[in-house]
C-alpha cells in the first residue's frame, strides 16, 4: 500500500494583501506629516522705521544711481552696462568713496529679477548703503 499510495499535494502557502493597502495608506500619511518643505528666505534687508527725524540729507557727490528699465537694461550714473559690471563699478565708487550710498531706481514695468540681480552684486561688492527708489515714468 505504501509503494501505490499517492502523495497528497500541500496547499501553497499565501501572503494575506489585506493589510497592504492600510499600511500604504498610513505610509502615505507619514510622509505627508513629516516632510519640511524649504522656505526660501529671501535678501535680509533693515528698513528705517516711520520717524521722520531719522532722515539725512546725503550730498549729490556720495550718490551712485543705478536705474533698472522696463527693458532689463541697466544704466550706472547715467551709462549702460551689463550686469556683470556692475560690482566692479560699485567696488571702485566706495575705494573712491566711502560714504557712497547706491540708489537703485526700477521701472514700474521692469522684471523683479533684474533688480534682486543687482541687489545680489551690490552685496558682493560689499555694499552696505542702498536705497530703493521707483523709477518716475515721465
Do not use: H, W
Amino acid at each position: 500500500m505504501g509503494l501505490l499510495a499517492k502523495k497528497k499535494k500541500r496547499p501553497t502557502p499565501e501572503v494575506n494583501m489585506a493589510a497592504t493597502a492600510d499600511i500604504s495608506f498610513l505610509l502615505l500619511i507619514f510622509f505627508i506629516v513629516s516632510t519640511v518643505f524649504n522656505v526660501e528666505q529671501g535678501i535680509v534687508m533693515f528698513l528705517p522705521s516711520g520717524q521722520v527725524e531719522n532722515t539725512a540729507r546725503v550730498s549729490r557727490k556720495n550718490i551712485l544711481e543705478i536705474k533698472a528699465f522696463a527693458d532689463n537694461t541697466i544704466s550706472v550714473a547715467g551709462r549702460p552696462v551689463r550686469l556683470e559690471e556692475v560690482r566692479r563699478i560699485c567696488e571702485e565708487a566706495q575705494d573712491a568713496n566711502p560714504n557712497i550710498v547706491v540708489v537703485i531706481q526700477t521701472a514700474p514695468g521692469g522684471q523683479y529679477g533684474v533688480m534682486i540681480d543687482i541687489l545680489d552684486e551690490l552685496k558682493l561688492a560689499n555694499i552696505r548703503k542702498i536705497s530703493l527708489k521707483m523709477l518716475s515714468t515721465g
